[in-house]
């Protein structure tokens, strides 16, 4: 459906050339980075301010005009694409650091800064914002998505890092929800309600994050194991011992066979953890004392210490490129990304069984996970236009999506939900999904904001 | 308005002698802690298995009975009261812990379980739950109230550690709300929304709680300061310096006199802060020593150490009961308590201006804080039956809340909103309060749920 020509004038009339129906404009946003394909958008809008989103979500709302939020195109499950068309509504302008308020630790940001601009903005103040899911994605979507990454065994995810929101409604209102203490009993957390909500129940224009010291110290390494069990047991038990992990990463060897190949690493090609300590000098030499000896009742060897900021820059630089190298493996693939997070105790049979899966389906499908929470990605790389190549990694994906709900996990640990966990949302939730739709269609009655994304069963 | 005869049969056909009218029933059940008085409820049930629960809220929607649920009665904003009367469900009977999973570090239990009784059975595993508000409270009435207490500094409040919740809803409809992973990106944080909702969104029946390691060392002491800014002063710059607390509480003068009269304390009649460190040996060691040169530069003096876990246990049994203790420095008075919470950076000024309006007030407002996140109450003291002094009260509180509200706070930081702080709803969420109407009018349209509670502008 084109956006009614009303619909078009009003908004040219607000944004000017910030609004745009050019090819170019709306194929740039019609991408995504992962399997999904769907036709662009019919309009692109470039606001500057809350009160611009406020106006064009009022106009959106008057002519059911799909509104869908856009902040770097990184999202794997099809969050920002425009899958009943509309105006897809690009953040990236507004992207400023907007309050640094050091004593309280918090800082005020609009949702199209991202996540490394943050902290190059934070370096002089010894804090830092720790939540890092790979992708240098915008603070809005982060949110949008609930996002979290390597760090969040130690930090937490958005969910614990967002302390308040500015968003704007379906109707154009705008409010606040949360305020800047620390903690509150004042009513409905509605923070927690926007934080993962996709862009469905409003479009996130300020956050107010918790901020982080910087660790005084700071040691990072990489590990092997003979077998994948022993890696993802030793994460288990790394875990369950108390070891204040910062970051406990795992890569199969199919990742670092990649990492061989496209990152010029030369690496044992078998698993490896990822591991970094952050704390004062002498907790960081105790905990990673603690975790060596760990490490070797499981077969670890072949510690390699990222002794220099730089090394550990390198590092962590290789682990968020995985994602790219892997699909180098196989050149001109996409990939479909599984996303289960599991109860500690689950985690090794869950990682074997999906290792055993993608085998048996002849699939090549590299593994890396935030084993630390449990949570674990298999990358499956499959060739576009090979249907029976997609419905086998669909297969697989769903497998493991079913298994992780059979031992209480969930469906999607940290990418979302959009419209590839869609299918999948009543098998793990149940009539609670209907508690979902009741609040969708109560905030977004006209269901203009990113329809037919998330919630089931809802248009 | 008394429970029609239909809905009366119903319940008592369910339920059998744990379905009562009588007035001793019902009077245990109409009681408050706090200044609030209300009727007591029309009728008062015992359900056992959340099978019950679920039927005794079809048959409450059905007859358009309001449903109040009851723990321990420890709420101070009347949450548990049946303002408009109707049925107190008390959740005692369902108290038991389910399952220990210690190898996730998660416990499954009922909502009428207490804190205290759940710790006792974690004693052998090595693990506890954290979250402390000094009441022995039932488990389902602190997630409810999103309670937190002494130990939220380190451990964080009932957001932070209810993992999810089975949740009956208002029609009788059962859901489960989150899964045993530790972190979930699959669509609403039903979990979030729900903790804090106060009763008015559904009734928990099982609550699944985050547990953490038992600290190897404890450390707690109590330190003396020359004034009340002093002690706050060194709280906001203990908390900026980063040393991990696990404890650090305020009280003032008027606190450690009723301790010295009532708790057979010597203290000196001035501010004090008390603390405690949790961690490693060598850890403890190093923030304690850290806390204390920090507090020297505030000229804390006296510090007084409880080394034995008797001592400790009898320091924060002493806390636990300042609410008892400064009621008893009038005798006969119940109490206005105020919750205020605010950025760290705004706590001393917070805590001098109380201080100056309740003595301006010609008022005796005894104040303890859990400072550590910028949380502190006033204990005022009122007689029963004095309406100008009741006023007077109520002025002193509303103009803290005001405050808070003015620097970024929040009316309440753990005690929620009941009907006490509903009249502040709109001050500090403006427009949001629509949105909270419009998920409880989506969720409980009958408005069984507690009604005329938390959430103003709906009955």
Redesign the interface.
Same mark, same amino acid.
């Given at each position: 459906m084109p956006i009614p020509a009303a619909a078009a004038e009003a908004l040219a009339a607000l944004l000017g050339p910030r609004f745009s129906t050019s090819a170019a404009d709306r194929d740039l946003h019609g991408q995504s980075e992962s399997y999904h394909r769907a036709p662009p958008p019919d309009a692109v809008a470039w606001p500057e301010t809350t009160d611009e989103v406020a106006q064009v979500a009022a106009i959106c709302h008057a002519h059911r005009v799909p509104l869908i939020g856009w902040g770097t195109g990184t999202s794997l499950e099809a969050q920002a694409m425009a899958t009943q068309g509309g105006l897809v509504l690009d953040m990236l302008r507004m992207d400023r650091v907007l309050e640094i308020?050091a004593?309280? #630790?918090?800082v005020s940001v609009q949702p199209g800064c991202t996540r490394e601009a943050l902290n190059t903005e934070l370096r002089a103040t010894g804090l830092f914002f720790p939540v890092d899911p790979g992708a240098n994605a915008s603070l809005g979507g982060m949110a949008a998505?609930? /996002?979290?990454g390597t760090t /969040?065994v130690r930090y937490g995810?958005m969910?614990?890092n967002v302390l308040a929101l500015q968003v704007v &409604?379906a109707d154009g209102?705008?409010?606040?929800?949360g305020?800047?203490?620390?903690?509150?009993?004042?009513?409905?957390?509605?923070t927690? &309600?926007f934080?993962?909500?996709e862009g469905t129940?409003g479009i996130i224009t300020e956050l107010t994050l918790r901020l982080h010291?910087q660790p005084e110290e700071v040691a990072a390494a990489v590990c092997g194991f003979p077998t994948l069990e022993q890696a993802v047991e030793c994460v288990?038990a790394t875990i369950?011992s108390?070891i204040p992990m910062a970051r406990i990463e795992f890569i199969d060897a199919d990742v670092v066979r990649a990492f061989n190949t496209f990152a010029g690493t030369r690496m044992h090609e078998g698993p490896h953890l990822m591991v970094e300590f952050h704390g /004062?000098p002498?907790?960081v030499k105790?905990d990673a004392e603690a975790f060596g000896a760990l490490a070797g009742e499981f077969g670890g060897t072949g510690f390699d210490w990222a002794t220099t900021p730089e090394a550990r820059a390198a590092l962590w630089k290789m682990r968020h490129n995985a994602y790219r190298s892997c699909l180098a493996l196989r050149p001109g693939a996409t990939a479909v990304v599984t %996303?289960v997070?599991?109860? #500690?105790?689950h985690l090794p049979a869950a990682v074997a069984a999906a290792a055993e899966d993608i085998r048996a389906e002849g699939l090549l499908g590299p593994m890396v996970g935030h084993v630390g %929470?449990?949570?674990f990605h298999a990358q499956i790389l499959v060739m576009p236009g090979d249907a029976a190549e997609l419905a086998a990694a669909k297969r697989v994906a769903t497998r493991m999506a079913e298994r992780?709900?059979a031992?209480?996990?969930?469906?999607?640990?940290?990418?979302?939900?959009g419209i590839g966990?869609r299918p999948l #949302?009543r098998a793990?939730?149940? %009539?609670?999904?209907?508690? #979902?739709a009741?609040?969708k269609?109560?905030?977004d009655p006209e269901s203009i904001l990113n329809p037919g994304k998330?919630?089931p069963e809802v248009n």
């Amino acid at each position: 459906m084109p956006i009614p020509a009303a619909a078009a004038e009003a908004l040219a009339a607000l944004l000017g050339p910030r609004f745009s129906t050019s090819a170019a404009d709306r194929d740039l946003h019609g991408q995504s980075e992962s399997y999904h394909r769907a036709p662009p958008p019919d309009a692109v809008a470039w606001p500057e301010t809350t009160d611009e989103v406020a106006q064009v979500a009022a106009i959106c709302h008057a002519h059911r005009v799909p509104l869908i939020g856009w902040g770097t195109g990184t999202s794997l499950e099809a969050q920002a694409m425009a899958t009943q068309g509309g105006l897809v509504l690009d953040m990236l302008r507004m992207d400023r650091v907007l309050e640094i308020r050091a004593e309280d #630790m918090q800082v005020s940001v609009q949702p199209g800064c991202t996540r490394e601009a943050l902290n190059t903005e934070l370096r002089a103040t010894g804090l830092f914002f720790p939540v890092d899911p790979g992708a240098n994605a915008s603070l809005g979507g982060m949110a949008a998505t609930r /996002a979290s990454g390597t760090t /969040a065994v130690r930090y937490g995810t958005m969910r614990e890092n967002v302390l308040a929101l500015q968003v704007v &409604l379906a109707d154009g209102r705008v409010i606040r929800t949360g305020t800047r203490a620390a903690k509150s009993s004042a009513g409905y957390d509605l923070t927690s &309600l926007f934080v993962g909500s996709e862009g469905t129940l409003g479009i996130i224009t300020e956050l107010t994050l918790r901020l982080h010291g910087q660790p005084e110290e700071v040691a990072a390494a990489v590990c092997g194991f003979p077998t994948l069990e022993q890696a993802v047991e030793c994460v288990t038990a790394t875990i369950q011992s108390g070891i204040p992990m910062a970051r406990i990463e795992f890569i199969d060897a199919d990742v670092v066979r990649a990492f061989n190949t496209f990152a010029g690493t030369r690496m044992h090609e078998g698993p490896h953890l990822m591991v970094e300590f952050h704390g /004062a000098p002498a907790s960081v030499k105790g905990d990673a004392e603690a975790f060596g000896a760990l490490a070797g009742e499981f077969g670890g060897t072949g510690f390699d210490w990222a002794t220099t900021p730089e090394a550990r820059a390198a590092l962590w630089k290789m682990r968020h490129n995985a994602y790219r190298s892997c699909l180098a493996l196989r050149p001109g693939a996409t990939a479909v990304v599984t %996303d289960v997070c599991v109860p #500690m105790s689950h985690l090794p049979a869950a990682v074997a069984a999906a290792a055993e899966d993608i085998r048996a389906e002849g699939l090549l499908g590299p593994m890396v996970g935030h084993v630390g %929470d449990g949570n674990f990605h298999a990358q499956i790389l499959v060739m576009p236009g090979d249907a029976a190549e997609l419905a086998a990694a669909k297969r697989v994906a769903t497998r493991m999506a079913e298994r992780a709900i059979a031992v209480g996990g969930t469906i999607t640990g940290e990418h979302g939900v959009g419209i590839g966990k869609r299918p999948l #949302m009543r098998a793990q939730h149940g %009539d609670a999904v209907s508690v #979902m739709a009741a609040i969708k269609q109560a905030l977004d009655p006209e269901s203009i904001l990113n329809p037919g994304k998330l919630v089931p069963e809802v248009n």
